[in-house]
């Protein structure tokens, strides 16, 4: 019965996610901040700021990308902390002694990479784009830099519109105007802005990549069975366009070109051969029992040859998390714990010892261990409980092997089992179309 509940709970979840918003970080959004700091006539000092909002999703390598479009004719001077991908056509500044840093009409405008130049640094800037989560590294999950822009025609600097935020899955809204800010640089002085614009940007999976990238394997101490990630996960093998190397430097050279740090797209996955195709694979392994407590092994593998992970985050979604009593080696953090699903946790790397997921063949592999105390009246090795309801990497959701290859006790008689099985399946089948 237990594994029917997993079943619809299941379900439910991959209805739950077919909506753009998540219940786990309901109001979770990036938010873009643009705060006038200075305007004079025809020229303005801008600043703007970008804070990641959300809870457990990140902006990895190669980062955010912000875009926008002037409403009049204004050109980028300069810029401290950040710099457009393209200059444009500067040909109307001919013969004064500078050009400007940016002439688009629809800059794109790129985070320094750390380390820049000092004269070109800007308070809170240069992390190459990334911005951990919120809960992650409450440091690190916003972003500055700064621009003095002018307008050609001698007309005032209004804040421009349709932001874009280069990141898949993302769409900004309009801009709305919000109580200016007061800044500081040193903690001793405030400054008072004299205008501020923010601009709110939201994640949907429906517009993210549809395909999956990640997917749980599941083994336990009482089965020698160990339950691999779904055939074809995140992609088959042999199909057109599905690209995969048994070893680096077994494919030809071109297939092979480990990206640049400086390149400023995400380059596609190019992943070990294997039944599932993903570039990541999280295993799940009920590892002990004891009198009070339960023993389990996460295990997380980078099968991608051209990806390092850093801030990687994983969402796990088990009853058992409520009581969880002690964790190794991963940091922990539990979501949503007043909302109506209480039973789902964060975790995250600790930092310089396990915060960067590295590519394969560089052990391209993270792990943790934990105890769970077994709840009276819950706790079961029975039906799959044990397992989790549901895993996400980086927000991603993880492909699960199916309820019913979860690994079974020993004493489970297969054959007894199935025929009731298949008759709970066919019930819940009926209340599921009668539900929906
Ligand atoms: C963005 O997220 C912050 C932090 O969760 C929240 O306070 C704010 O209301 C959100 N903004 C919008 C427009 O949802
Ligand atoms: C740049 O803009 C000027 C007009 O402002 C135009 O005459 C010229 O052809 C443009 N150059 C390029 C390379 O587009
Ligand atoms: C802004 O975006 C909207 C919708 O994509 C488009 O119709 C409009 O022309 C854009 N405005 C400018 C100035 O590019
Ligand atoms: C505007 O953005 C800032 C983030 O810098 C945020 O703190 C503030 O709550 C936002 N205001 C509104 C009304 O969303
Ligand atoms: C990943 O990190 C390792 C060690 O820091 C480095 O040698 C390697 O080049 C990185 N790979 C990629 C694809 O960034
Ligand atoms: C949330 O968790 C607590 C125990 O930590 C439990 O007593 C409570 O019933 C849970 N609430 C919901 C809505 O699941």
Redesign the pocket.
């Known amino acids: 019965m237990k594994l029917l509940l997993v079943f619809i709970f299941s379900l439910i979840n991959s209805f739950r996610l077919s909506y753009g918003y998540d219940p786990l970080d309901p109001y979770a959004n990036i938010?873009v901040?643009w705060d006038f700091l200075q305007q004079s006539g025809s020229s303005s000092d801008i600043k703007v700021?970008i804070?990641n909002?959300q809870q457990f999703r990140h902006v990895d390598r190669p980062g955010w990308k912000l875009g926008w479009t002037w409403k009049g004719d204004e050109v980028i001077w300069d810029m401290w902390g950040a710099e457009a991908i393209e200059q444009g056509n500067c040909s109307k500044f001919k013969g004064s002694p500078d050009l400007p840093h940016c002439c688009k009409r629809k800059p794109v405008v790129i985070d320094l990479l750390p380390g820049a130049p000092f004269n070109k640094q800007y308070f809170n800037c240069c992390k190459g784009g990334e911005l951990s989560s919120m809960i992650q590294d409450s440091s690190k999950f916003?972003s500055s830099f700064a621009m003095s822009v002018g307008s050609f025609a001698g007309k005032e600097i209004v804040m421009p519109i349709n932001f874009t935020i280069g990141l898949p899955g993302y769409t900004c809204g309009m801009p709305?105007q919000?109580?200016p800010?007061k800044f500081s640089h040193d903690g001793r002085r405030w400054k008072q802005v004299l205008e501020?614009g923010?601009v709110?940007c939201i994640y949907s999976l429906i517009r993210a990549s549809p395909s999956p990238k990640c997917c749980a394997s599941l083994s336990a101490f009482y089965s020698s069975t160990i339950v691999p990630c779904p055939k074809c996960s995140c992609g088959c093998q042999g199909l057109p366009g599905v690209k995969c190397v048994n070893r680096p430097g077994e494919e030809s050279p071109p297939l092979l070109q480990l990206p640049h740090t400086h390149e400023t797209e995400e380059p596609s996955p190019l992943v070990t051969c294997s039944r599932h195709m993903c570039p990541i694979r999280v295993h799940w392994n009920v590892k002990q029992s004891y009198k009070e407590y339960w023993r389990v092994k996460i295990t997380i593998s980078n099968y991608n040859f051209v990806k390092n992970y850093s801030y990687w985050t994983l969402v796990v979604q088990h009853p058992s998390l409520q009581s969880l009593t002690r964790l190794f080696s991963f940091n922990y953090h539990p979501l949503n714990q007043y909302g109506t699903i209480n039973d789902t946790g964060m975790f995250w790397g600790i930092k310089y010892y396990n915060d960067l997921l590295l590519t394969r063949g560089k052990n391209g592999v993270v792990q943790t261990e934990m105890l769970l105390h077994k709840d009276a009246g819950t706790f079961t090795f029975r039906e799959g409980w044990t397992f989790p309801r549901k895993i996400s990497f980086n927000g991603d959701e993880c492909v699960m092997p199916p309820p019913d290859e979860y690994p079974r006790l020993p004493n489970a008689a297969p054959s007894a089992t199935a025929s009731k099985r298949s008759i709970v399946v066919f019930v819940s089948l009926l209340i599921l179309a009668a539900v929906f």
Request: glycine letters at 8%; charged letters at 10%.
């Open positions: 938010t901040r700021s804070y909002f916003g709305f919000v109580q800010t501020t923010n709110t």
